[in-house]
């Protein structure tokens, strides 16, 4: 069965500080990668997406980045934090097979700029 | 562009009684429709699906929601709620690309 593992639970960080959070996925293969940001009362954000190694969509103009240096990896970076970059970030994984819409989510990372 | 509403950010109920959560999309065409689950600090769990099959879909924990497109609805219902269903709930649709569109969520409240 497949499984997504998010790192680390959950962390504080000052302000202009880097960040590096990390996504894999076990049990699939080529799957597509997401990163959303929930904020408190505000749902979710998709931050980016990649349907594949090194290919990646940003949806949003933003102080963060994405890599996926492997196919089941994907990792979420800032050169200097923000103050508004808190938040719960959340990693999802769906099939590449365009018929299963569904995503499935990681278990989080609470993010606290101080 | 496909979008949700969810009306009613707080909904509380009684323990025994039914739960509602009003879904309300646009799309431009037949959509995929989903409800996912948050309990408080966790990820999120596909609680059910519509893909254009049956209008009424069954998911897991005893909920489930009807497609109505003559009121671009997808409303969410359980006959008695149960303690563990406090959590928010999200409605949302599928967008191009595999990217999911989400409403801003119904935070659920179980009154014993």
């Known amino acids: ?114 | 562009a496909q979008s949700v509403t969810q009306l009613d950010s707080h909904v509380s109920v009684s323990e025994g009684t039914p739960v509602l959560l009003r879904c309300n999309y646009s799309s431009s065409y037949s959509p995929s429709l989903f409800w996912y689950v948050q309990h408080p600090n966790k990820g999120l769990q596909l609680l059910l699906k519509y893909t254009s099959a049956a209008t009424l879909v069954k998911g897991i924990n005893g909920f489930e929601a009807e497609f109505k497109k003559s009121e671009t609805s997808f409303h969410l219902t359980k006959p008695s709620a149960h303690m563990s269903d406090a959590a928010e709930y999200f409605c949302v649709i599928r967008r191009g690309n595999n990217r999911l569109a989400f409403g801003k969520g119904n935070q659920v409240v179980v009154i014993p």
């Open chain 1, 1 to 114: 069965s497949q499984t997504i593992h998010q790192w680390p639970a959950t962390l504080v960080q000052p302000v202009g500080s880097p960040l590096s959070l990390e996504c894999t996925v076990e049990g699939t293969s080529n799957p597509n990668l997401y990163w959303y940001r929930q904020a408190a009362g505000r749902g979710l954000q998709l931050l980016f997406y990649s349907v594949g190694i090194g290919q990646i969509s940003s949806e949003v103009p933003q102080n963060l980045s994405a890599s996926r240096p492997q196919d089941r990896q994907f990792i979420l970076s800032s050169k200097k934090l923000l103050l508004s970059d808190s938040g719960f970030y959340l990693c999802a994984w769906s099939a590449a097979d365009r018929w299963n819409y569904e995503q499935y989510f990681g278990p989080g990372t609470r993010l606290t700029v101080t």
